[in-house]
């Protein structure tokens, strides 16, 4: 069996800037309150027509000219998106089409925020299984157009951006050393998307001629999603420790899903990792969904906060509810 390591991380995220008093201008919040529940001061919007597929194309660049694969060479492209450019064709297609990658089988992966590591566990097994020599792996997100900005409770997290890792075979021993992912439908209640396709609400109305499409924005209940997400978010960081035969106190660093900062603390006070092994974004972007985790693991890396060999974990969860946790050892 062969194993993947990662060869290069790239993110982008859109230059406009929303900050919290912006946001005190749209909805009845404060700065103070949406920073000392959720840790976010600002976030990045996507605005002059800027799509999914565009966002993860200059992300996808960035991690190919870190790594020395090019785009043509790229057997496979996975996007974890659930704000694509449109239903079909993917946003997988849409960006193999802009980035050049003609070889690639490219496909996305709808898994909430845990749609990135959801998409590095089908390259993963594709690099393992012999299917694919390079893959492009991309979490990519324009949740500001699925946003509800007259509810307070939801459109104070939410932002922009996309990230990417590429993947390549390696027969040395290192790389992803563990990709762990569940799911539990029947928590699917907490955070879901009213649309036109949607079972809650009636599909389309079709009146004569036209077709009036419904509204397309996501409600969530935060209270008990925020308990579900902490129990999912160490039960699966310890399996997949376990798995790889690693300990807390090897972690050189972990980077979570950035939903909200108390439930990263949570999260880290459970497992006892330090502070300074943690990386957040959260300030800076809120919760960009599946770009989260790459957005972060990049800038990580520019900032030289790994180095070979050192151990990293990322984790997630998500709308389905789906959650998620991949251990890697570093070798860039
Ligand atoms: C959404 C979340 C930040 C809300 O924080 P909370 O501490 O649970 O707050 P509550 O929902 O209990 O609301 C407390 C009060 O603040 C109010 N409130 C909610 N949003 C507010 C806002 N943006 N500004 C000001 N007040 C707000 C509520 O109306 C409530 O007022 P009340 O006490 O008068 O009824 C938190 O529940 C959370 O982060 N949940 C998980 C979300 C998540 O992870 N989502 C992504 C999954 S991938």
Redesign the pocket.
């Known amino acids: 069996m062969h194993k993947a390591k990662v060869v290069g991380a790239g993110s982008y995220t859109p230059e406009t800037i929303l900050t919290n008093s912006d946001l005190e201008k749209v909805?009845?919040?404060?700065d103070a309150?949406?920073t000392r529940?959720?840790g976010i001061k600002e976030r990045r919007i996507a605005t002059g027509g800027m799509v999914t597929s565009e966002m993860a194309a200059r992300a996808a660049r960035q991690a190919l000219e870190q790594s020395d694969v090019e785009a043509k060479d790229l057997d496979l492209v996975v996007v974890g998106t659930v704000t694509p450019d449109r239903q079909f064709p993917s946003c997988a297609c849409l960006l193999q089409e802009k980035i050049g990658a003609r070889k690639a089988a490219s496909m996305d992966v709808s898994a909430?925020?845990s749609g990135f590591i959801y998409a590095l566990s089908v390259a993963n097994n594709a690099i393992r299984c012999g299917e694919a020599e390079h893959a492009l792996v991309v979490g990519a997100e324009v949740l500001s157009g699925v946003t509800n900005w007259s509810d307070?409770?939801t459109c104070?997290?939410l932002g922009d951006g996309a990230g990417a890792v590429v993947l390549s075979r390696t027969d040395e021993d290192t790389g992803i050393k563990a990709v762990n992912l569940r799911s539990d439908g029947s928590f699917g209640h907490l955070?879901y998307s009213v649309d036109k396709l949607g079972l809650q609400e009636p599909a389309m109305e079709i009146v004569p001629g036209v077709c009036e499409q419904k509204p397309f924005y996501l409600v969530?209940d935060?209270?008990p999603?925020?308990k579900k997400?902490v129990e999912c978010l160490e039960e699966i960081t310890r399996w997949t420790l376990d798995k790889a035969q690693v300990k807390v106190e090897e972690l050189a660093l972990m980077v979570p899903?950035q939903?909200?900062i108390r439930?990263i603390n949570a999260l880290a006070q459970r497992l006892g990792l330090a502070e300074d092994k943690v990386y957040t974004t959260i300030e800076r972007y809120g919760?960009t969904?599946s770009a989260s985790i790459p957005i972060a693991l990049a800038e990580a890396v520019a900032g030289g906060r790994l180095a070979p060999r050192d151990k990293l974990l990322m984790v997630t969860?998500?709308?389905g509810l789906t959650w998620g946790a991949s251990l890697v050892e570093w070798s860039i």
């Not at 909805?27 to 404060?30: C, E, H, K, L, R």
């Open positions: 909805v009845d919040t404060s309150w949406i529940r959720t909430g925020c307070r409770g104070v997290l955070l969530m935060g209270k999603l925020f997400a899903h939903a909200n439930i919760n969904s969860f998500g709308a």
